[in-house]
């Protein structure tokens, strides 16, 4: 079976600019959460999405957004680009049932912000 | 953001030897997960820890869920190449949403050949 898959797998982009990042679960899983990851550091939580609803959000401003859809994807998207954005973005999903909470991760989206 | 405190922040070890690390929390937590990360790559789930003094292994590795619910502890037994990694230690603070995992800085694990 397939696991968490992102894409893209790298992105460029400058200030000022808008990005769209993908994830897709694993098969069976309709929880999605979005982790930023600078580099040295461990990951920050940034949205859970579960039955296409926002269920947490971390410490992160109004640029970020995301959503998700009823095949369970999701999309990341972070607008008006700084440079202190460039991270490695990663998506976790699970089954979200009670007493199972082992979350799962892509490989992430490497973001350079120029 | 929030962090744990995790311990060692980096070492070098002998093939073959153990290996201890730490995690400790200022607030509790009602789960604990221990993750390896590889450059380039997303953290993969070594350990999953649910209840307050659980012991459970993968392996030659063993994690501990402390009894007062604000640490925990991953061990690595004979210590192998492949085991050069950084690890995670993640936790779920009391009332967060589920997918909400508060993570430390990592272990960054190092093994002479």
């Known amino acids: 079976d397939a696991g968490v898959t992102q894409s893209p797998t790298h992105l460029i982009k400058t200030r000022g600019q808008h990005v769209t990042l993908r994830c897709s679960p694993i098969?069976?899983?309709?929880?999605v959460s979005w982790y930023q990851q600078v580099l040295g550091q461990g990951p920050q939580f940034i949205f859970q999405?579960?039955?296409?609803?926002?269920?947490g959000r971390g410490n992160f401003p109004d640029r970020f957004s995301a959503r998700q859809f009823p095949n369970y994807s999701s999309e990341l998207n972070v607008n008006a680009l700084l440079l202190g954005d460039s991270a490695l973005y990663l998506c976790a999903s699970s089954w979200d049932r009670g007493g199972d909470e082992k979350l799962f991760f892509g490989s992430g989206t490497q973001l350079s912000v120029l | 953001g929030q962090q744990l405190n995790q311990s060692p922040q980096s070492m070098f070890i002998q093939e073959g030897e153990d290996v201890s690390m730490n995690c400790t929390s200022s607030?509790?937590?009602?789960?604990w997960l221990w993750y390896k990360q590889d450059p380039g790559e997303g953290p993969v789930l070594l350990i999953a820890?649910?209840?307050?003094?659980e012991l459970t292994s993968n392996g030659r590795l063993t994690a501990q869920f402390g009894i007062t619910r604000k640490d925990s502890f991953l061990n690595i037994s004979a210590s192998i190449p492949s085991d050069v990694g950084i690890y995670f230690c993640a936790g779920r603070a009391v009332g967060g949403s589920q997918g909400n995992l508060i993570f430390g800085k990592g272990t960054k694990l190092s093994v002479k050949p």
């Open positions: 820890l649910y209840k307050a003094g």
């Open positions: 607030s509790i937590f009602n789960t």
């Open positions: 098969s069976g899983h309709k929880s």
């Open positions: 999405y579960y039955e296409k609803e926002e269920r």
